[in-house]
């Protein structure tokens, strides 16, 4: 009857214990519950209210968060520009451009700019072997009395003056040129007398075979370029020119010099092994330079 009683108490505690465990870990759990919710209720709260203040800076036009957005969209540094696209615009000639040592010390006659091109017109002379070593000749006289000349990379007949041609002018120049001359003739002209020719600047000299022959169709055909330089405000040949291909120059204005050895480089000429020495220009096309381009005029048969 004891051991019953203290049994039956025995399960009563174990019970009554469950009950009371189960009691707790139900008010536990429902206190967790009601913290959790609290939290998230706390949090939308406070997401709400954020976005609440964003909308209401951006309607506000807040400084602060535009300067935020703007140095999000803004980079940090540019970027480069393609090879390509700087190659289309180079930056006018620099001071090493304009070093006249890098040119055997010539000078240009005006300052370069960009779009302005140097043009001029003339007759090409393709030089013969013979004509190469009597120049040798003569740059060796002209050596022994103190002045070295260089000879000229290609041998041509100026019929205009070097002029300053914007670059978008080229192409209605040269159809004017074209024009001009569709009715020119073709015809040979000779060089025997040599001179000596000093530019505006004065700074280079130049050794000269002038013309003796052919002059006057040359002046036809220098006026009637005449009247495209004029149609588009440039400068018109020399009023009484002398016509001669350059042989070769010097830097400075060495006329004096040149003519004291002109008479004896001249006798070179007129005593060459097969009789005086002439030089022959067959003038069947002009041609025109401007910049690097070279534009071809073919003269009537």
């Not at 939308?44 to 209401?56: F, H, L, P, V």
């Not at 700087?86 to 930056?91: E, G, K, N, S, V």
């Not at 009484?240 to 004096?256: E, I, M």
């Not at 022959?280 to 330079?289: A, T």
Request: hydrophobic share 30%.
């Amino acid at each position: 009857m004891h051991c019953y009683t203290h049994i039956e108490a025995t399960s009563e505690k174990y019970e009554s214990g469950t009950d009371s465990r189960m009691l707790v870990g139900y008010s536990s759990s429902s206190e967790e519950e009601s913290e959790s919710s609290a939290a998230a209720a706390t949090d939308r709260n406070k997401s709400s209210s954020r976005k609440c203040q964003e909308e209401d800076d951006a309607n506000n036009g807040s400084p602060a968060r535009k300067k935020h957005k703007i140095e999000e969209q803004v980079p940090k540094t540019r970027l480069p520009l393609p090879g390509c696209l700087l190659a289309m615009f180079p930056d006018e000639v620099g001071s090493q451009t304009e070093d006249s040592s890098l040119h055997g010390g010539r000078v240009r006659s005006f300052k370069h700019e960009r779009g302005n091109w140097a043009t001029y017109v003339y007759l090409p002379y393709h030089p013969e072997e013979e004509f190469r070593e009597l120049l040798e000749e003569l740059l060796s006289l002209a050596g022994d009395h103190g002045v070295v000349l260089t000879p000229q990379e290609e041998f041509h007949l100026s019929l205009s003056k070097t002029v300053v041609l914007r670059h978008h002018w080229i192409q209605t120049f040269t159809q004017s040129l074209r024009a001009g001359l569709v009715h020119c003739k073709r015809f040979v002209c000779s060089a025997g007398r040599l001179r000596v020719y000093c530019n505006a600047e004065r700074t280079r000299t130049f050794l000269g075979m002038e013309v003796c022959t052919g002059h006057a169709q040359l002046l036809d055909l220098s006026q009637v370029l005449d009247r495209t330089m004029t149609e588009f405000h440039l400068d018109t040949f020399y009023k009484d020119p002398s016509f001669h291909v350059s042989l070769a120059w010097c830097v400075g204005d060495l006329t004096g010099q040149m003519k004291e050895c002109i008479q004896e480089m001249q006798r070179l000429i007129d005593d060459h092994e097969e009789g005086p020495f002439l030089l022959r220009l067959d003038c069947v096309e002009l041609r025109c330079r401007t910049g690097n381009k070279t534009f071809r005029f073919p003269l009537e048969p």
